[in-house]
């Protein structure tokens, strides 16, 4: 795992997950030490990292979310070179290993509907080794346990997490931090 993103998160587990541009400024404001970016555009990404760099935040940038760029290699080079973001965060193999070879910080996001899609995600692991793994949703600690067992690599909690008990549960079960979009939950 990155040693930065280990390091923040010890620091404090809980990840201000932004889904709307609305929330970037609470989420600057608040104790989270880390940042998941899952809006913006070609136009504002640049002054957001600068907005979170400036506050002492650590942002990952969902690249799979930000409108105007293509899903490439070409275009994490140029957000790490010229926007300078923490890491990424996709949910494509490809993407995985573009920025593992770039030596930009990768955290793969898997979605588990069924058994087949952890059976296909926890294989997708094995083969690009991230950095680190978004689980979602992450109120699933018997899974959250298994995958780590089975990958040996961190776990991010996301997803439908709602209150202290899922948080609680989801650290117990192996996971090194929680990325919500829940206000509430950013000052736990």
Not at 12 to 38: D, G, M, Q, R
Not at 115 to 122: A, D
Request: aromatic share 4%.
């Amino acid at each position: 795992m990155n040693n930065k993103l280990l390091l923040r998160l010890e620091e404090n587990p809980i990840v201000a997950a932004v889904n709307h541009i609305e929330k970037l400024k609470p989420a600057i404001k608040s104790p989270c030490k880390i940042i998941f970016l899952l809006t913006g555009n070609i136009y504002n990404l640049k002054g957001i990292i600068a907005q979170s760099k400036e506050a002492h935040k650590n942002i990952y940038v969902h690249i799979d979310l930000i409108e105007g760029f293509s899903k490439d290699k070409t275009a994490l080079k140029y957000i790490n070179e010229k926007m300078n973001p923490d890491g990424i965060i996709t949910t494509k193999t490809n993407l995985i290993k573009s920025a593992k070879s770039l030596n930009i910080c990768a955290i793969q996001r898997l979605f588990l509907l069924d058994s087949l899609s952890l059976e296909t995600g926890v294989n997708s692991i094995h083969s690009t080794r991230p950095d680190a793994i978004e689980v979602m949703p992450g109120i699933m600690p018997k899974i959250i346990t298994k995958i780590h067992n089975e990958t040996k690599i961190p776990i991010i909690a996301g997803g439908l997490i709602s209150d202290k008990e899922d948080v609680i549960q989801c650290l117990k079960a192996g996971s090194v931090g929680i990325s919500t979009s829940s206000e509430k939950i950013w000052y736990m």
